[in-house]
Nanobody, 124 residues
Framework: QVQLVESGGGLVQAGGSLRLSCAAS????????VGWFRQAPGKERKFVAA????????YYADSVKGRFTISRDNAKNTVYLQMNSLKPEDTAVYYC?????????????????WGQGTQVTVSS
């Protein structure tokens, strides 16, 4: 089992940057695919980015490609989401999730563990 804790959210102006962190407990963190999802008020939770166990493969939603970068440091049991050129439509609660599997997935139902979320608000 793994526990996930997100941090790094906050209020930022449009065009600004934030870096989210997802810290995991457990010694087998490198056995998990990790994804970031976000949920705006009144909307369903949607895929943002995901990274393979080794960090060698990454995937992004079209809406964030070129602006967001996912990375991981397995020695620190942490996954990061660097968010640049933020837009008001990026405002949401951001969740990290872990999947004990081999293949990177963009489907939220495939993820086994979830963090509590961190709020990101982008003002115009």
């Amino acid at each position: 089992q793994v526990q996930l804790v997100e941090s790094g959210g906050g209020l930022v102006q449009a065009g600004g940057s934030l870096r989210l962190s997802c810290a995991a407990s457990g010694r087998t963190f490198s056995s998990y695919v990790v994804g970031w999802f976000r949920q705006a008020p009144g909307k369903e939770r949607k895929f943002v980015a995901a990274i393979s166990r080794s960090g060698g493969s990454t995937y992004y939603a079209d809406s964030v490609k070129g602006r967001f970068t996912i990375s991981r440091d397995n020695a620190k049991n942490t996954v990061y989401l660097q968010m640049n050129s933020l837009k008001p439509e990026d405002t949401a609660v951001y969740y990290c999730a872990a999947d004990y599997g081999w293949l990177v997935t963009t489907t939220k139902g495939e993820y086994d563990y979830w963090g509590q979320g961190t709020q990101v608000t982008v003002s115009s």
